[in-house]
């Protein structure tokens, strides 16, 4: 894998250097590798990387190795690849990897692995999992593609095999999300008043519909009081070695402004009072535009898992279907078509670039309202 790599001169200068599979030398047989340095930024590096990359693939001299482990095909289809997603999808994509595929592929070589054994490998993980097999497959079927584009196959097997489907379970289906009734029962087991942080952060997410990670990223300066608006330009997310950071929104229909109902403007009001004087408490000066919404004891960045304990520690104990903290997003949508909002208005409100979700939501409510027209109907003709 080309990794671009910091080091220290002896004068305590940062540079950069990088090294990079070469092929095959025709002579010798073995591979060869390249390395380049002292390069003063990353994206200097990272310039002559990729010039050197097209210069390689153009080469004609160069001897393609036949006998090339997929975990090789892995790397170097990595590299390419990390230039083109943002780096907590670069982070989760390596973690499937290394946690899924690569345990079935990884020490094969790619041109020796048969179309049986892709098959047995998605079998295995279809019979492991819900949905994820697909994705486990998707990105198995994309390192085949890079290897057969440049050269190292004849074919892409991964192509051929069958996709296995789920076949719908009896019963009712468990959504993820509550109706009116749970929503109100899960608040009656906040207290607001000693609970301030808790009760806001669940009362923004179930009457925003925003995400965990737009939750948590949330700065004052995002709300706008004097309109009741709050307004979505950023998401808290997990960088590489776990480290977190903040990123643009998931997409460009995730920026966006959401009109804040009166009782929630009230709470965030309070809470932010309640905030400047913990805080100052503690000795951190709160009053500042980018003052984080929910941070941590030290004024830092919650934990992604912190909202999601939270909730465990409230409904562990109740007698209430338990739904995940996305959840909250999918009770507001919920709450909205209930409430007679169009799709259109629901797909900007919650920012889907994507109207599936939209969609497998609205079809769940619509077939709870035509229950209840049966109800009406029945009682209306009384026989």
């Known amino acids: 894998m080309a990794q671009i790599k910091k080091y220290t001169l002896e004068n305590g200068d940062s540079r950069y250097q990088f090294q990079i599979y070469a092929g095959i030398d025709p002579q010798t047989g073995k591979k060869k590798k390249t390395r380049r340095r ?8 990272n310039l002559a990387l990729s010039r050197l990359t097209l210069e390689l693939e153009n080469q004609s001299d160069l001897t393609i190795d036949k006998n090339i482990l997929f975990i090789d095909i892995y790397h170097e289809w990595y590299s390419q690849y990390q230039n083109t997603v943002r780096e907590s999808t670069l982070v989760r994509t390596d973690g499937l990897f290394q946690n899924h595929i690569l345990p079935e592929f990884g020490n094969k070589r790619i041109n020796t692995i048969p179309i049986n054994q892709v098959q047995k490998a998605v079998n295995k993980w279809f019979g492991q999992v819900l949905r994820n097999y697909r994705r486990w497959y998707h990105y198995t079927s994309q390192v085949f593609e890079f290897a057969l584009k440049r050269g190292y196959i004849e074919r892409n097997v991964a192509r051929l095999i069958t996709m296995p489907k789920r076949a719908e379970k009896p019963g009712e289906e468990h959504y993820n999300f509550w109706t009116k ?11 607001a008043t000693k609970d301030l942080e808790k009760y806001t952060l669940f009362r923004t997410l179930a009457l925003t519909g925003i995400r965990r990670g737009e939750c948590l990223a949330l700065t004052w300066n995002d709300i706008n009081f004097e309109n009741s608006t709050l307004e979505i330009n950023k998401t808290l997310t997990q960088g590489l070695k776990g480290r977190q950071i903040i990123q643009a929104p998931k997409t460009k229909a995730s920026r966006r402004t959401i009109d804040l109902d009166p009782e929630t403007v009230v709470f965030l009001k309070k809470y932010r009072i309640y905030q400047q004087k913990d805080f100052l408490l503690r000795g951190f000066n709160t009053v500042k535009k980018d003052q984080l919404v929910f941070p ?8 992604l898992n912190t909202p999601s304990k939270w909730l465990h520690s409230i409904i562990d104990d109740m007698d209430i279907k338990p739904i995940t903290i996305h959840g909250f997003r999918h009770t507001h949508c919920s709450a909205l078509f209930s409430a007679g909002a169009s799709i259109k208005e629901v797909q900007q409100r919650l920012g889907h670039t994507d109207i599936k979700t939209t969609m497998d939501i609205y079809t769940h409510v619509t077939h709870e309202q035509n229950k209840e027209a049966v109800k009406k109907l029945i009682n209306y003709l009384d026989f």
């Open 296 to 303: 941590n004891t030290l004024n830092g960045y919650k934990p």
């Open 38 to 45: 002292g390069f003063k930024t990353r994206k200097e590096a």
């Open 181 to 191: 009734e749970e929503l109100r029962l899960f608040f009656s087991k906040i207290n």
